[in-house]
C-alpha cells in the first residue's frame, strides 16, 4: 500500500475523497466515485474497500486535524485531484475544494496551478504547461526550444538521423529471448515503432525510459495501458509526478483534452483498480528507470524476469494489467 497511516489518518483521507465526490451536493456518490474511493481505500490505504462506504465527509479543516506527516499530506492531496477528475470533466467546485484542502495541509505543488488554470478555461495554457512538465521531467531529453515548438524535442532525428544509433537498437534483438534487451526489440518491432536515431523515431532520452517502463510494467500501449504506465512512471519518478505524468494521462485518456500531436485525446479510459494499482506497483520500485544514472545498456543483458525482482517491481494479476 502506498500510504501507510493509522486509521484515524486514513478515515479523514478516505473522508475528504468523499467529499469532493459531494461537491456538488444534490446527485449522491456517482458510481465511479464509489468505486474509485473503494479501491484506493483498498489498493492505496490498505483497508477494506467496504469500509469507503461508512466513511462520512471531512471538512479541509478536519484533514488538517489528523496530523499527517508532510510527505502523506502531499500524497493525500493527490489522491484528492485525481478524485476531482474521475468523473470525466473539470469541475470547478471540485477543483476549488481540492485547493481548500491543499490550502489546510499546506501543500503547493505546481499542478494545483494547471487543475486551477484548466477549471478557468485555460486550457490551452494549462496544456502548454502540461507538456513542458513532462518533457522537463525526462532528464536525458534536450528540452531546448520546447515553448516556441513543443514537438521538436520529442523528433530530433527528422533532420538529423542516427544510423549508428539505430543499428544499436535494432542488434538488441539478437540478445537471448529471455532478457530486457531481446523483450525491448521485440516491444518496438512487434507495434512497428521506429527505433532512435530513425527519422520516425522518438528522442531517445524519452522513448527509451518511457518504453523501458512499458516493457518492465507488463502494461501494453493501448489507451488504458498509456494511462496505467504513466502513473507508474509518476509514482516511481519524483520529478513532478502529477504535473509530468498523472494529469498528462488523465487529460488525454480520460477527459479527452488533446495536449500535442503525439499524445492522442480520448474519454473515460480511467479504471479505479488498475490505476491505483500501477501507482502502487511504480511507488514500489527501488531503482528509478527515467532517473538520468540508470543504465539501460547495462540491463539489456539481464533476464527480464530477474530485472524486475532485482527492482522490486510487484507482480501483478493478469486482470489488473491494461
Not at 471540485?94 to 484542502?101: E, H, R, S, Y
Not at 498528462?248 to 488533446?258: A, D, K, M, N, R
Amino acid at each position: 500500500m502506498i500510504l501507510r497511516v493509522a486509521r484515524p489518518q486514513s478515515d479523514a483521507i478516505l473522508g475528504a475523497m468523499r467529499a469532493i465526490a459531494l461537491a456538488h451536493g444534490d446527485d449522491g456518490v456517482a458510481p465511479i466515485d464509489r468505486q474509485t474511493i473503494a479501491a484506493c481505500a483498498q489498493i492505496v490505504l490498505g483497508r477494506d474497500p467496504g469500509d469507503a462506504d461508512t466513511i462520512t465527509p471531512r471538512e479541509p479543516q478536519q484533514l488538517a486535524d489528523a496530523l499527517l506527516s508532510h510527505d502523506d499530506a502531499q500524497q493525500a492531496v493527490r489522491l484528492l485531484a485525481v478524485m476531482s477528475l474521475v468523473g470525466g470533466r473539470i469541475d470547478a467546485e471540485k477543483t476549488a475544494l481540492v485547493q481548500q484542502f491543499a490550502d489546510a495541509l499546506g501543500s503547493d505543488e505546481d499542478y494545483l496551478r494547471i487543475l486551477a488554470e484548466t477549471a478557468a478555461g485555460e486550457v490551452a495554457q494549462a496544456a502548454a504547461c502540461i507538456v513542458r512538465k513532462n518533457a522537463e521531467s525526462f532528464p536525458q531529453l534536450e528540452t531546448a526550444g520546447i515553448d516556441s515548438d513543443a514537438i521538436a524535442p520529442f523528433l530530433p532525428y527528422r533532420d538529423a538521423p542516427d544510423a549508428a544509433l539505430e543499428a544499436r537498437y535494432a542488434a538488441l534483438g539478437q540478445l537471448p529471448p529471455n532478457t530486457f534487451g531481446h523483450a525491448f526489440h521485440e516491444h518496438f518491432v512487434s507495434h512497428g515503432f521506429a527505433f532512435p536515431g530513425n527519422p520516425g523515431g522518438l528522442a531517445e532520452g524519452f522513448t527509451t525510459p518511457h518504453d523501458s517502463s512499458h516493457v518492465l510494467s507488463g502494461y501494453s500501449t493501448s489507451q488504458l495501458g498509456e494511462l496505467c504506465v504513466s502513473t507508474f512512471i509518476g509514482a516511481m519518478h519524483p520529478d513532478h509526478p502529477m504535473a509530468a505524468e498523472v494529469l498528462p494521462v488523465l487529460f488525454s485518456w480520460h477527459l479527452g483534452i488533446h495536449l500535442n500531436d503525439i499524445a492522442g485525446a480520448a474519454t473515460g479510459y480511467f479504471e479505479p483498480r488498475r490505476f491505483w494499482t500501477a501507482w502502487d506497483r511504480g511507488a514500489a520500485m527501488s531503482t528509478d528507470i527515467v532517473a538520468a544514472e540508470w543504465d539501460f545498456w547495462g540491463a539489456t543483458e539481464v533476464d527480464l524476469e530477474e530485472l524486475r525482482a532485482a527492482y522490486d517491481l510487484p507482480p501483478v494479476a493478469q486482470e489488473l494489467l491494461a
